[in-house]
Each structure stands twice: as C-alpha cells, then as structure tokens.
C-alpha cells in the first residue's frame, strides 16, 4: 500500500503517447508460455517507464516513506481535494509550503532512522533528500499556480 500521486495532465499526456505501445508489447508478451520472451517484457518495462517516469510519485507506507520523516500523514493532515480526488495545483503549493517549514522535523528524523544490514547513513540521507528534492515539474506547478 502507499500514496500514489499524479500530476494529472503529464499522466495523460504520457499515456496518449505510451499506452498503445504498452499494451500491444504485453499482449505479445502474454501470448508466449512461461518463461516469457526477454525481448518482450523488456519492451512491457520501457513503455510502463516511458508512462509513469515523469508525473508520478509514489510513497510507500513503510520504512521508505518520505513524509512520515515530516510527521505528515496522508490520511490524518488536511489536503483539500477537488470533487474528483484531485489535489489542486493552488493546494500542492500550499502543502509543499508545509513540507518546507517542516525540514527541521525531516532532518532530526532523519538521523534518528535505524539503519538496516548494511546501509550507510549517507546512503539513507541521499534517498531521502533526493525523493525529497523538486523537479522541473515541481517548479513548473509552483509558477504556474501562482
């Protein structure tokens, strides 16, 4: 389980490009027996990447998931959706407003996160602080809603 988030009009984007290619490279995929066809689900891979590489984000409700290093809570804080589930873009400003203030709760969290088997704590600060970190699509949101 986890939070899956989209920037709704790269989704549809990406999936007017992609989604005919994906679809027939999985039929094909599908119509060979087990093992599969390298070829083919090499094919099913770049298509559902070309898809959802960009404008989509997924937090997973485990060790890995980047707001709870923030005390933030899908289901407990206050995102204000539209009617049809949708975070506005006016509202995605005002929740990555919230995250910013918050990075003091993010850091001491951070360094307190037990690390596991053999990851170093440098590692674990560089996945974080890169899912953290903003995209051309995070900015590009931020200056168009203002």
Do not use: C
Not at 1 to 24: F, N, P
Not at 34 to 44: A, K, M, N, R
Request: glycine share 4%; hydrophobic share 30%.
């Amino acid at each position: 389980m986890g939070a899956d988030l989209y920037i709704e009009s790269i989704r549809k984007q990406k999936r007017a490009m992609y989604e005919v290619k994906l679809d027939e490279a999985v039929k094909m995929r599908d119509s060979r027996k087990p093992p599969y066809d390298q070829e083919y689900q090499e094919l099913v891979e770049y298509y559902f990447d070309k898809m959802y590489a960009v404008g989509y984000y997924r937090d997973s409700y485990n060790r890995t998931n980047l707001v709870w290093l923030f005390e933030f809570s899908y289901w407990q804080n206050d995102l204000q959706l539209n009617g049809e589930g949708d975070l506005p873009p006016s509202e995605a400003k005002r929740w990555l407003g919230w995250l910013k203030e918050h990075e003091s709760v993010f850091e001491a969290n951070l360094q307190k996160l037990e690390l596991i088997g053999d990851e170093s704590r440098e590692e674990v600060n560089s996945y974080f602080r890169t899912k953290y970190g903003y995209s051309d699509y995070d900015v590009e949101i931020h200056s168009s809603s203002s």
